[in-house]
């Protein structure tokens, strides 16, 4: 059974920074695309971060752009998203989600909620102003 565990989530201030991670178990996503996606309440989930298989190429929403890094280990079959410079718009519950197919990529695609097939259950992110 695969499972995508987030963690790292919490209660911040304006302006500090925060790691969320995201452990895969069940099947290796080494060969997958992985991504970062956000809800915040009363609004759809959007976009966040999303990294190719090999974490060669990244992509980012342009809100986030400049301020957060996604990056994979691929050993660990974890992905991470360091967040900086966070404000109380960057509040929401984190998802870390994975594409099944291989060696897939393009900010096109990745950005897409509907292109990957497996998803955590989300850690919240609450930064204060």
């Known amino acids: 059974q695969v499972q995508l565990v987030e963690s790292g989530g919490g209660l911040v201030q304006a302006g500090d920074s925060l790691r969320l991670s995201c452990a895969a178990s069940g099947r290796t996503f080494s060969r997958s695309a992985m991504g970062w996606f956000r809800q915040a309440p009363g609004k759809e989930r959007e976009f966040v971060a999303a990294?190719?298989?090999?974490?060669?190429?990244?992509y980012y929403a342009d809100s986030v752009k400049g301020r957060f890094t996604i990056s994979r280990d691929n050993a660990k079959n974890t992905v991470d998203l360091q967040m900086g410079s966070l404000k109380p718009e960057d509040t929401a519950a984190y998802y870390c989600?994975?594409?099944?197919?291989?060696?897939?990529?393009?900010?096109?695609?990745?950005?897409?909620?509907?292109?990957?097939?497996?998803w955590g259950q989300g850690t919240q992110v609450t930064v204060s102003s």
């Open positions: 990294i190719n298989w090999s974490g060669l190429n990244t």
């Open positions: 989600a994975a594409d099944s197919a291989q060696f897939r990529g393009g900010s096109s695609y990745l950005s897409r909620e509907s292109e990957y097939d497996f």
